[in-house]
């Protein structure tokens, strides 16, 4: 699989609300970081797509490698 462009190198901070459903970026062209705009159309990149359980302000990875998406796991350290 080819890896995905980075998009920053530390996490966006986001507050993220009970029940909502997110479309978190995964190939790292979004305009909308850290959202999917459509950009990976025509790749083999998909969004991930995660329903909240709670409300939370949580840190979501920007550098597209983390090991638990789409939350930020310190991986933008290694690049």
């Known amino acids: 699989m080819k890896k995905a462009?980075?998009?920053g190198t530390t996490p966006q901070i986001?507050?993220?609300?009970?029940?909502k459903t997110y479309a978190w970026c995964t190939?790292?062209?979004s305009?909308?970081?850290?959202?999917?705009?459509g950009a990976?159309?025509?790749?083999?990149f998909t969004p991930k797509i995660f329903k909240?359980?709670?409300?939370?302000?949580?840190a979501l990875c920007m550098c597209k490698q983390?090991?638990?998406p789409p939350y930020c796991d310190g991986s933008h350290a290694n690049l």
Do not use: R
């Not at 305009?31 to 705009?37: H, L």
């Not at 909240?52 to 949580?58: F, G, H, I, V, W």
């Open 40 to 44: 990976h159309k025509g790749s083999e």
């Open 5 to 7: 462009k980075v998009a």
């Open 14 to 19: 986001e507050q993220l609300e009970e029940g």
């Open 66 to 68: 983390t090991k638990n």
């Open 27 to 29: 190939c790292g062209k």
């Open 52 to 58: 909240e359980e709670e409300s939370k302000t949580a």
């Open 31 to 37: 305009e909308n970081q850290p959202w999917c705009n």
